[in-house]
């Protein structure tokens, strides 16, 4: 067994002993615990989580990160982590990061996978411990995962961010937050290593996802709208960046049209947040949308075009991809197409 593959003692330790003080969401705690100082945990290294993880090791934190497969031990050890493929390694940990992609993933960490026996965060960690969730999860499953840590005497702070990779490794991140009180502000040092602010929205972590949601939705829209004029632009023969300097310079000088708008300008479709990741997200906001009986029409032609982008083989792509497929509507360019300059 080598040094990264610790014996899981997770279906040994029993179960864990519920404290006195109840800490289902919403509920008031009756002690206020110190800052988490010891070792941080962290499940999702992709490329946003990495960043982030690195800036906590940066930081002097030690921190040990799960990862399924042993090629990534090598790269993970060199941004001074503390990899492994064993996710009992983490159950002395007091704060446990998650960067997931989707609903499922976050569920299969915190329940476990019974087919092959992995067990989950929530039967492993200590009582106390909390788990902080960074994911860009739905209302729904955030509910869920803070009844089934309450469930074991835990923590679940929701906080989500706002950011892309280049953001994260800057620590440029906006962090939206939710959850009890003192479990948010015994993250707070984490939180501010990350991110250049965070916010505090509620004791209900779904609060925190629901304005995530609602937010990559505001940029999603912005970006559909920006490939369409900059289509026109072009149809016309003309140069895009003079007019998106005026509009940034003007009446659209938000972070999400200079940086997009000039993205899209340039016909720059680096992956970053990928068609795929989006289309999840703008799928979950239809959902918490029409559970609350609110029409929103421009987000279901965003959710159409994505679908569009994706099909034509650009699900690598960032979402400024929403303007090639805007282009390539307007006659623009041939399908396929160059996919960036």
Known sequence: MSKHERRSPFGSRGEPQIPDRVRASGAKMTGVRSPVVGEIGFVGLGNMGAAMAANLAAAGRRVIAYVRRQDQIGKLEALGLYPTTDIGALIECEVVIT???????????????????????????????????MS??????????????????QGYVAAPVFGNPDAAKARQLFIVTAGVSADVERCRPILDTLGQRTFVVGADPGEANLVKLLGNMMSATALEMLGEVVAVIRKRGL??????????????????????????????????????LVLKDV????????????????VGVVRDRLITGIARGYGALDWTALGLVAAEEAGLYAVPSVIAD
């Not at 739905?138 to 469930?151: K, N």
């Not at 799928?283 to 421009?298: I, N, T």
Request: charge should be negative.
């Open 239 to 276: 140069d895009p960046q003079p007019f998106m300097d005026i509009m940034t310079s003007t009446m659209f000088g938000g972070r999400a049209h200079r940086i997009y708008g000039d993205k899209i300008a340039k016909r720059n479709y680096a992956a970053g947040f990928v068609l795929p």
């Open 136 to 153: 860009t999860i739905s209302t729904a499953a955030a509910s869920l995962l803070a009844s089934e840590h309450a469930r074991h005497g």
């Open 99 to 133: 960067m997931l992609p989707d609903d499922d993933a976050v569920r299969e960490i915190v329940f476990g996978r019974g087919g092959d026996g992995l067990d989950g965060l929530a039967a492993g960690l200590m009582p106390g411990a909390i788990h902080l969730s």
């Open 283 to 298: 799928r979950l906001a239809l959902a918490e949308a029409e559970k609350s009986g609110v029409p929103m029409p421009s």
